[in-house]
């Protein structure tokens, strides 16, 4: 697509950023609808994180992504906040409007339509989760699920003292355990998330035992590299359905797309090759 004048720009704001997949994810849609518009890696220093988003909305730009570090910074600098942004205390999109800068979080959402697509029988009144990790992601699914009205969260995390606070801050259904009963905390769950590190490319390996996870429930794991990581081999091998973490990555990405460029995109299988393809 050739740009005119009156081209729309976007783009995602990291340091680094080279590796990040949104550029194509992004610029998969812009090309699928013929839109006069482009998304850009913007690689930009911690410390010149408030003056390079100034000069994005002095350019012109509708918004953008901001990925790591700049998620907490984001969220300090943006005249207003979504009530889901406010929950999770991070800011993963920026829209740009009247020269204002509304800050956003769409990671909640695209975690929840992926599990809706991958697991569609899975209903959060369902019954209890389980969290694992108590980070930025998964402040993010937790919000989600807490207002999507699972009635139990279980939250393990290594350092204990950040799962109890987590708890305490984000509110009941969500109590936190000890990162060592995380077998036994499996029991009767509907539903399982790793938003650990662990069981990535490089990283040590989850060691967790699903003996007690019941048949019916699904297991989903934010780790996208590799794709099919050793939790989700292990919850497909006794059955439960399984959500890989690539999709909440392509559902993040819709809420941004349709407010910087004015479609509302869609998660194909074509957009998923395309995003994989990048390696
Ligand atoms: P993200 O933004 O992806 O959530 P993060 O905020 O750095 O990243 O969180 C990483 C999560 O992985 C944390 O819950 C961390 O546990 P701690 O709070 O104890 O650090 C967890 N994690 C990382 N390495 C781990 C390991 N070796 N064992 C258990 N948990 C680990």
């Known amino acids: 697509m050739m740009l005119t004048g009156q081209a729309r720009l976007a783009g995602v704001l990291g340091w680094p950023v080279a590796h990040s997949r949104s550029p194509r994810l992004h610029g998969f849609w812009l090309q ?5 518009g482009a998304y850009l890696p913007l690689p930009v220093r911690p410390e010149r994180f408030g003056h390079a988003v100034r000069a994005l909305l002095d350019l012109g730009f509708r918004g953008a992504n901001v990925t790591v570090p700049h998620k907490l910074a984001a969220h300090g ?5 979504t009530p889901r942004a406010r929950a999770i205390g991070a800011v993963n999109t920026l829209v740009f409007e009247n020269g204002l800068i509304r800050g956003d979080n769409t990671d909640g959402e695209g975690f929840l339509r992926n599990l809706r697509a ?4 899975w209903q959060p009144q369902r019954g209890p989760a389980v969290v694992l990790g108590a980070g930025g992601a998964a402040r993010a699914v937790l919000v989600a699920l807490r207002d999507a009205g699972v009635p139990e969260i279980r939250l393990l995390n290594r350092t204990r003292q950040t799962a109890e606070a987590l708890a305490e801050e984000l509110g009941t259904p969500i109590r936190a355990a000890a ?9 009767g769950a509907e539903l399982l998330v790793n ?4 069981g990535m490319t490089g990283q040590p390996p989850l060691e967790l035992g699903l003996e007690r996870l019941p ?11 590799p794709l099919i990581t050793p939790l989700l ?7 439960n359905v399984a959500v890989d973490g690539l999709g909440m990555l392509l559902h993040q990405a819709v809420p941004g797309f349709a407010a910087w460029f004015g479609i509302e995109p869609e998660v194909t299988p074509a957009l998923r090759e395309a995003v994989l393809a990048a390696g």
Do not use: E, F, M, P
Request: charged residues 20%; negative net charge; glycine residues 12%.
């Open 32 to 36: 699928q609808h013929g839109i006069d």
């Open 77 to 81: 600098l943006a005249d207003s906040l």
């Open 118 to 121: 991958g697991a569609r029988g």
């Open 179 to 187: 990162w060592q009963d995380r077998n036994a905390a499996l029991a």
């Open 195 to 198: 938003t650990t590190s662990l």
């Open 215 to 225: 048949d019916g429930a699904v297991v989903s794991d934010l780790v996208y590299a």
């Open 233 to 239: 081999a292990a919850a497909k091998a006794r059955g």
